[in-house]
């Protein structure tokens, strides 16, 4: 069964704190993972990977893949009250149709 | 620019009654179009998808069902809601397969 699993389930820091999330998978035919965050309504989208080892960065945030252990990891450093958040971490897999989401990981940045 | 819709907002029902949610896509031709449910914080579950006009593809069996009547417009209904149907409904779109964007979501509760 293909299964997403994040950790932890949810995470209280205060500002300025570095956070990583992780995101483990096991899925058939992986051909990538995203990350979305969650407010209010609908995820946004934040990143795809899709190579093994390659960072993305967008401002504070950061995410990386690992093939060979079948994980994902965000870091955002500096966190600011706006990230608080839902990150969901999705896996493409099989014919590219599918995507499997994880729990998610509830973050709560203090002021 | 590619914009997803989803109506309506929020919806009250009772238990037995009639269900049908309404998401179209502007701006792009033949997507991929997704139905998620997500309980109260909680990841997403993919119920439904589809990649072409009356092309249908159920992951989870339930009492929701889906059609595509028009290329960019997806419905999801039901004949008889559940306490169990109650949730946050999103509609996602994707061109390639991989990333996908959201709607802004219905959240539909059972009563």
């Known amino acids: 069964e293909d299964k997403v699993v994040q950790s932890p389930l949810s995470l209280v820091v205060h500002e300025g704190d570095t956070v990583t999330l992780n995101c483990s998978y096991e899925?058939?035919?992986?051909?990538?993972l995203l990350w979305y965050k969650q407010e209010k309504k609908a995820p946004t989208f934040l990143f795809m990977l899709t190579s093994s080892g390659i960072e993305k960065k967008s401002g504070r945030l950061s995410s990386i893949l690992d093939k060979k252990e079948l994980s994902s990891i965000l870091n955002i450093t500096a966190t600011q009250t706006g990230d608080s958040a839902i990150y969901l971490c999705?896996?493409?897999?099989?014919?590219?149709?599918?995507?499997?989401f994880g729990g998610g990981t509830r973050l709560m940045v203090k002021p | 620019s590619q914009t997803i819709h989803q109506w309506p907002a929020t919806l009250v029902q009772p238990v037995g009654s009639p269900l049908s949610l309404e998401c179209t896509v502007e701006g792009t031709s033949n997507p991929n179009l997704y139905w998620y449910r997500q309980a109260a914080g909680r990841g997403l579950q993919l119920l439904f998808y589809?990649?072409?006009?009356?092309?249908i593809s159920s992951e989870v069996p339930q009492n929701l069902s889906a059609s595509r009547p028009q290329d960019r417009q997806f419905i999801l209904s039901s004949k008889k809601l559940l306490l169990s149907d109650s949730g946050f409904y999103l509609c996602a779109w994707s061109a390639t397969g991989f990333e996908q964007y959201f709607g802004p979501g219905t959240r539909l509760t059972v009563t």
């Open positions: 999705a896996a493409v897999h099989n014919a590219g149709n599918m995507l499997t």
């Open positions: 899925v058939t035919n992986f051909r990538s």
């Open positions: 589809s990649v072409g006009i009356g092309q």
